[in-house]
């Protein structure tokens, strides 16, 4: 993983340049700034590896200061191929993890779902929820809203039933502060 700090002015000057990782395949996905009264205090990075944890692709989870320097990282394993694709800093100062894990070494050959985590500021788990919505799904982005729920967009795909058509579309779902399904739309 490329952990670059730039000042962006007239002419981009690069700060520092962090690189994270082991010998295999590890890749971030999404990064947010970790706060303390309003002053910056580190990153919170997630994404995946292949080079640390329990199987093939774990869901990587990796805390630095505010110079990029590793404090703590965390893997997160349910059995399958797991990528984490969001994360939010929640208001207890514990983060929110969206991603989606896939269910077969054959990339979209077998059914995929969602899955959330909420851990506390130390990367360890509070609570986990999946969701199986179509064929497959896949976590774009999200956003934190004043209610406490978490709001995900992304793609889910279904097969049309006795054929090998595929109807894509995209998929709006929120949950709340637990990781129950509030409600789920598709357009």
Do not use: C
Request: glycine share 12%.
């Amino acid at each position: 993983i490329l952990l670059t700090a730039s000042v962006l002015w007239a002419q981009p000057t690069t700060l520092w340049t962090k690189i994270i990782g082991g010998s295999q395949y590890d890749r971030g996905n999404s990064v947010s700034v970790v706060n303390t009264d309003g002053t910056p205090t580190g990153y919170i990075i997630v994404g995946s590896t292949k080079s640390f944890g329990f199987g093939d692709y774990d869901l990587w989870l990796i805390k630095t200061d505010s110079q990029g320097n590793e404090e703590w990282k965390n893997t997160f394993d349910s059995g399958y191929r797991e990528y984490g694709t969001d994360i939010e800093i929640d208001a207890d100062g514990g983060f929110i993890i969206a991603g989606y894990r896939i269910w077969d070494e054959y990339y979209y050959t077998i059914d995929d779902e969602l899955f959330f985590i909420k851990t506390d500021s130390y990367g360890d788990t509070i609570w986990t929820s999946t969701f199986d919505i179509g064929y497959y799904e896949h976590v774009t982005n999200g956003v934190l809203t004043n209610d406490g729920s978490y709001i995900i967009t992304g793609q889910t795909t279904f097969m049309e039933s006795g054929t090998n058509l595929i109807d894509s579309e995209v998929l709006l779902l929120k949950i709340n502060s637990d990781g129950d399904s509030l409600w789920t739309k598709t357009f």
